[in-house]
């Protein structure tokens, strides 16, 4: 199982990456999951206030579920407008 | 006449207006936003502002924002602009206008959708100022303005 | 700048939003209204409109309708421009325009100024349409708008 | 004393006037007495739905006193923007 995964802003900057590919590692079933372990390479999504996550373009919860070929974003919370 | 435009050029709030009414003797009012970039005081001079976006969430977010406008209000034309890249201060960020029958659902509309935009719409943005660059911290008070229409 | 304006001629929305916003890195929001004639289907078409309105009494009661304003907002300019005369379908009649550091108080004083103005504002409408000419009578809505601002 | 006396709108369409100076009758202190008073030659004065007055360019209730010089206006509800 195959995902996309992207980070943004500060987020992004933290990390030094922009966007990755991963292999959803087995019992990796929701994105709360992900982002525990992403942290383990990535102690920026363990420590940064207030992360927000998107799947496929949605803002999501942590619950959310997972499937091949998702695309995942990690972000701080946005300040547009 | 396309609804959202996520864009790095600049746009005409005034052919905005005019566009947004033409051709249309219903349409009784206009309620419109222009955002502008800030010098902002707070944390010092604010020397210019970059945005940076997610693009294809972006799109589809402001989209989605204007869909649920349409539910909740009487409206007519919509038209939402949001630039991204490097912008100097009085420079202009976004724009939103909406058109209807009576002022209220155009005026309603529009401070609805600005109000979702600024905590559903992926937009980030640093600021460079004499002290270096700093990513600007959202606002406890744009989430509470969101009560409002709950 | 002025402030108010009662005038026969048009107005430009493009080139009032550019004025109350150039040259001030302070503002970060504008908002703005524009009030269109309607054809409105309830009573025929309307084929023109004539405004009237009470010279000298009118320019004073916008004033004042802007200095309330000021009292309960932060806002930094403000535009109101009201038409009279005779206007067809889809012209201008009404432009209010106001800046403020923050969107909240730009969107709140601009429907503010709009709301005083429907009930305070010494105008009148008289409708052209097939059937004859007639006086538009007042809205109770316009009335009720108010009681948000108590 | 003199009063400028002014109407606007359907008001004035159904006098026929739109504005006539007076000399302010002995007895007629207030806006609401001269709206009285001249509903004697004007009937519209009295038969307008919701009448509203201004003097000196304010609105003003029907209590409001009269001066001499005074620019007493009288009008149907407003209906602009």
Known sequence: MTLKVLYFASVSEAIGLTAETIDLPAGVTTVGALRQRLGERHAALLTAKNLRAAVNRQMCGWDAPLADGDEVAFFPPVTGG | ?150
Chains 1, 4 share one sequence.
């Open chain 2, 1 to 150: 006449m396309q609804e959202v435009s996520v864009q790095q050029a600049d746009f005409d709030p005034g052919a905005e207006i005019a566009a947004l009414s033409a051709d249309d003797a219903e349409a009784g009012a206009v309620a419109s936003f222009v955002g502008l970039v800030r010098r902002d005081k707070h944390h010092g001079d604010v020397v210019a502002m970059t945005l940076e976006h997610y693009p294809g969430m972006t799109e589809q977010a402001l989209a989605e924002i204007v869909t649920q406008a349409r539910e909740r209000w009487q409206i007519r034309r919509v038209r939402v602009i949001h630039r991204f890249g490097r912008l100097l201060p009085n420079e202009r960020i976004v724009f939103v206008g909406v058109t209807s029958g009576h002022r209220h659902d155009a005026f309603a509309a529009c401070e609805f959708i600005m109000d979702y935009l600024k905590t559903r719409a992926p937009f980030w943005k640093k600021e460079e100022t004499p002290a270096g660059a700093r990513w600007v911290d959202a606002r406890e008070s744009d989430d509470r303005a969101l009560d409002r229409w709950k």
